[in-house]
């Protein structure tokens, strides 16, 4: 059972220090000019970020396409285990499965599973086995064995992640590149049967697939995920290794790699498939630890922001996602503030209805679009572009079914990530630590 | 490659904004003509029938003839005027154009308030003129939300009254001091019913009694 790691106490001070400045600058701006002029504001700046991908992807070429190898060094496929009795051996299978001309060797890692995949193991044949007497989680599972081997490029595999058989294939000619340290794929879900299921469906081929091959064009790719990333075993002795009781190690990992100037690309035209969170409370859980993660992170590799070194990530995409998720929050910190205001209001005049008597009416007559809802429109309908493009640039199938769920995934999941990461900054300013059991997502 | 790609997106984004904001604009500007010309039509028939009084204050007779056929429809046109008015006010960009049709709009309703008092005084006409003095601001949200939500329920379900909404001191609308002096009312949430005032919520039921609902 490893503990979640906590900002120091002067990052939380810096954390809080940033939320508050931010809420006050809502809070001034909300005084100072009309929420209708906010709203243009605030979608002036999403649409700018859209526009900037939008232009990324007329202007990437061939980037991220599939690369392969010239040479087949030997490779070591890594599998941190934790109670993974239904998915490990689908998993084993599927990486005996991989295509590759060279030595390929592949590690399960079991880090103290007490769900009976450890006797599944036992029955596998063709893979190494270490085996953790207490649980430690995942990144010491990950680094326990990346000291073990001795392969030219280790591969992380979570293990309830699927990959396709060429992926090794169509990732390792990346690695001619010398500044290349990792290389990732995409990443979709294994199933889409559910209305949960078909949002992060879409959500992973924009985000794993087209947002994170944009990024990789301008050098700026930060996470590696879990599911699957190739990582060049010399990189460690530079870099170090993953850093234990990180909520986000991938992202802590990555933003590393940043930092030494070194590159992540994303290959979409690689696959692996990975179990998703079938509930919502599963979905908040697992979106919860991607949030806190990423706060945790960009507070630690704060020296990032604004670095000459890597200006498209320094200039442009840290200090942008820092400060859209900072300004949502401080704006949801704002509409609750007024919203707590008009309800103290509301009760009162319910209070003094119900004291004096009669009944509620409403006129619709009073209900009109807002002149913002032009703006709206307009970027909406970029948004709905830029999710058409991930689907044709990672060759999935799209239809008009596919409507209702985009509609979903534009205008009301939005405010459940936002909530999310809401309440993601202030257990990070206060600090509750948390456990970090899971190997696997 | 990435520097262009800034500036480039910089420049569409600006460029897109521009173009909405002045589509916008349009759409508002004609709206507020709209608003315009209608506040117009209606400012003209308050006049005739203030042009009527006037001339016509002895027997009354050819007054009430024109009161009778005209005043509820130009009640109701300028009651959903109102409405239309100030909803979309709180929803664009163009606040100037709409706060100056409000003013148009306020005058042709004092003047409506004014006939609605000569029809009840010279002609058979039983509607009662209600003053209502609402805050522009957010000082009387409570009381006069609640009054204005009573005054709403009312008129949707009995037609012996008419509100007519002004707002109480407030710079940009200064001719309605005019109706606060005649009245007496001293702050935001007073109802005039007659001669009398009101400055305090009342219940429902004792409104209903006052109104003849």
Known sequence: MVDALILSGKEKALLFFLLALFTFLVLLASFLLSSIVLLVVFNGVFLFILLFYLLLYLNKGSHGVSNPPKSFPSVSIIIPMYNSKGTIRACVESVKRIKWLGKLEIIVVDDCSSDGSSEILKKIRGIRVITH?????????LNNAFKRVSSKFVVCIDSDSYPERDILLKTMGYFEDKSVAAVTCLVLPDKRNSLIQKIQHIEYLAGFGLNNTLL????????VPGPYTIIKRSVFEKVGYFQQGNLAEDMEFGLRLKKHGLKIINCFDAVVYTDIPITWSGLFRQ?????RGGIFNFIKYKELFFNRKNPDFGFFVMPFLFATQILTVAIIIRTLCFLLFDLFTTFKIIFEYLLLGGFFYFDFSRIVFPS???FFAVT??????YFALAFRLTKQKLGFRELPIFLILIFIYPYFITLIYSQGYFKEMIGVGGEWLRVST | MAKSVYVTAFIATIAIMLIVFFSVSISEANRVSEFNEEIKQISLENDLQSAFADFDSNNAEVFCLVMSQSINNLSNRSSSLEKKLLAYMDNSFNTKEFYLAKRSFLISNMLLYRNFQRAREFCDFNVIP??????EDSSCDVECGLIGAQLDSLASECSSFRAFNFPFNWESY???KILEVKYGVEKAGTLVIGSEIISHPISIEELKTKLGC
């Not at chain 1, 979106?287 to 949030?291: I, N, Q, T, V």
């Not at chain 1, 909406?380 to 572009?385: A, D, E, F, G, P």
Request: no cysteine; proline share 0%; net charge positive.
């Open chain 1, 216 to 223: 990789s064009s301008i050098s700026s790719s930060y996470v």
């Open chain 1, 380 to 385: 909406y309908l970029i948004v709905l572009i």
């Open chain 1, 287 to 291: 979106r919860d630890r991607w949030s």
């Open chain 1, 372 to 374: 913002s809802i032009y």
């Open chain 1, 133 to 141: 007497e207490k649980n430690l989680g995942k990144a010491v599972a």
């Open chain 2, 174 to 176: 200064e001719f309605t």
């Open chain 2, 130 to 135: 209600v003053l209502f003095f609402y805050a």
